[in-house]
């Protein structure tokens, strides 16, 4: 027999080695650019994304305030600017701003003597917080389990100083006594600390004192900067064109706020007044400009 022809197949080519240098310059030179191309439209929708979430946060806060009011007579809950720490005499206690005891401490906003409002939120203490405020920090309450935790800060919001109750007490000069069934005097509305309920300008202890102005025009709640924030009280000065607290401007140099009538929305300064990178101090501006004329005009009114 013949012997089986073996057949000899030629042997395959080498595959490639490796990209070439010109190769890899052109692959880094394309993800640069697609990088370039999708992170900016990413970060926009991250933007648009806090400040729908920071609008939600503060209509269901803008939500317990009236419910507070529904089961209490009418009366919104006290908001003394004195920062106490009284069961039943604070819409919210703490001093939350940079620096502050409780600056990463959520649970306080838990307790329904010290945070009138908390009752409504059902443990829900994460509306207190913008999430465009980056501030982070060491837990700062009593839960065992969160001890050395990194957490967010616990609250970005404040009450409009001239809306909320105070009691006899307080209205007198002599701490806390009695139940909060007096407007609060927005003392600051006169630019001096003086200022006492509707001798001149409006607030709002019932939600009926919004007969004098419509409810979709006062703001209740909204981003208070970080810098200015301490407790929940929001001083607003109309009197003269300064300011003493300073309103968030975490949304693009932009703030949330919540109205009397239950609607919240996003505010965009049209200035750079609100700026703030340090402790804040009192400022003060020219009558005509547009930002502090929309902070006063829509957190008060002038009766006369």
């Known amino acids: 027999m013949k012997p089986t022809k073996q057949v000899c197949h030629p042997r395959l080519a080498p595959p490639h080695g490796g990209f070439t240098l ?38 269901q806060l803008m939500g317990a305030v009236t419910l507070y009011a529904s089961d209490n007579h009418d009366f919104f809950p006290p908001n003394p600017d004195d920062g ?7 819409w919210c206690q703490g001093q939350a701003g940079i620096g502050g005891a ?6 306080i906003l838990k307790d329904p003597t010290r945070c009138l409002i908390a009752p409504y ?56 006594s009695g139940a909060p069934t007096l407007s609060v005097n927005g003392p600051w509305l006169d630019g001096a600390h003086g200022h006492r309920r509707n001798t001149p300008y409006a607030t709002f202890g ?19 900067n970080p810098w200015s ?11 003269m064109p ?12 932009g703030g949330g706020f919540a109205f009397a009538d239950g609607h919240a ?18 400022g003060t501006t020219v009558a005509s400009n547009p930002d502090w004329q929309w902070e006063w005009t829509h957190a008060t009114v002038k009766l006369y």
């Not at 019932?206 to 208070?224: K, M, W």
Request: hydrophobic share 40%; aromatic share 8%.
């Open 22 to 59: 010109v190769e890899l310059v052109t692959i880094i030179a394309v993800l640069a650019l697609l990088a370039l191309t999708f992170l900016p439209a990413r970060a926009a929708t991250r933007t648009k994304s806090d400040a729908v979430l920071c609008v939600n946060h503060l209509r």
């Open 84 to 90: 106490n720490t009284v069961p039943g005499h604070n």
């Open 102 to 107: 409780q600056e990463f401490n959520p649970d």
């Open 121 to 176: 939120l059902r443990g829900e203490v994460n509306v207190f917080h913008c999430p465009a405020d980056s501030r982070t920090g060491t837990y700062q309450g009593t839960d065992p389990t969160k001890a050395g935790r990194v957490v967010p800060a616990a609250r970005s919001v404040s009450l409009n100083g001239g809306v909320g109750t105070i009691c006899l007490g307080f209205n007198n000069g002599f701490g806390h």
């Open 206 to 224: 019932r939600t009926t004192d919004y007969s004098r102005v419509g409810p979709a025009q006062i703001f209740t709640l909204l981003d208070e």
């Open 229 to 239: 924030l301490n407790d929940g009280c929001f001083g607003v000065i109309a009197a």
């Open 242 to 253: 300064a300011w003493v607290d300073w309103p968030g401007i975490y949304h693009e140099n």
């Open 265 to 282: 929305e996003m505010h965009q300064w049209q200035t750079g007044s609100f700026l703030l990178n340090g402790p804040a101090h009192r």
